[in-house]
């Protein structure tokens, strides 16, 4: 019987473009250009450096969560990790000490939050679900102790002002720059080194990695120590955008962190994703977010599409996955060689 050409080419092109990667790059590209039709003032420079800025700190820590949900585990706790070195940060200036100083030193203390999450999934092996709920609360707490509902707003505005500062002749913030370069950084990390490839490990079998001779707990400890410290980072550029302070600088904003890196394709059992997927998803995230703002959509609604978005991230990839597999189980055997059966 001749082969189903057709059940092979639908096959071929699930194959290539049925990935998840590539479907929300093609939803963006259509929220985009429904957004620039349907949405007055979307397709407008001005808009498109604010939503550049709403972008940076979701992207920023983004990053580290990527590589943490890949192994298998989560981080819930980066927001809270954001407000609390916001109100660190604002606390140590209103205290005298210089902002040169005081951002470093808000930075570590990212990687000291960072290092307790690390040690109690990598070390006691806690399940880090539990653990940074825990954390999340704790750490949002200790943000208030040392602010309390006050707001620090008198920063140099040598700093505030920079922070939001566009390349000239633009309206594209600078600080997407640096962004990039941890972008490609951290895409290089996981996608081209034998470090990368034992994080997907990780995230398929702990033990058969362990085995293997990767470094399974003193890895997971320094991804929770490097995503404290980006958080923190995160913090300080929040804090500089607003010119403000505050212990709930950054609060719910984990939420979005997590459904923009399920919604670019990460499992949330670990061991599959792509850093590509991920910047596409705080893309499409965000995007629609905005977008829906500059429509004058309630807020309550903003949320409801964030946690819609999410529960999609999490059944879509499995899905698209079910799909190409029925497609590669229909795709038609090869035909015998001639003159196979004789030889």
Known sequence: MAPDRTTGRSARWVSTFGTWDVLVIVVLALVVVGSSVLVEGFATARFWGFLLLDIVPIALIALPMTLIVITGEIDLSVAS???????????LWVSGLPLVLAVPLVVLLGALLGAVN????????LPSLAVTIGTLALYRGLAYVVLGDRAVADFPIGWTGNSIEAL?????????LPLAVLAIGFGVL???????????????????????????????????VVTGAIAALAGVFWTMRYASARADNGAGLELSVVAAVLLGG??????????????????????LRNALQLADVPADTLTVVTGTLLIVSVVGPNAAGMLRARMRRRRPAAP??????GA
Do not use: C
């Open 336 to 341: 015998p060689v001639a003159g196979a059966e």
């Open 168 to 176: 000239p002749g633009t309206t594209v913030p600078w600080v997407v």
């Open 266 to 287: 990460v499992s949330i059992f670990g061991g599959r994703g792509t850093l590509v997927g991920v910047l596409a998803g705080v893309l499409l995230l965000m995007t």
């Open 81 to 91: 990790t954001l407000g609390l070195a916001s109100a660190v940060l604002g606390q």
């Open 190 to 224: 996981l996608h081209a080194t034998p470090v990368g490839r034992g994080l997907y490990a990780m995230g398929n079998n702990d033990q058969a990695a362990t085995f293997s001779g990767i470094a399974v707990a003193r890895t997971k400890f320094w991804l929770y």
């Open 118 to 125: 690390g040690l109690f999934v990598a070390g006691f092996g």
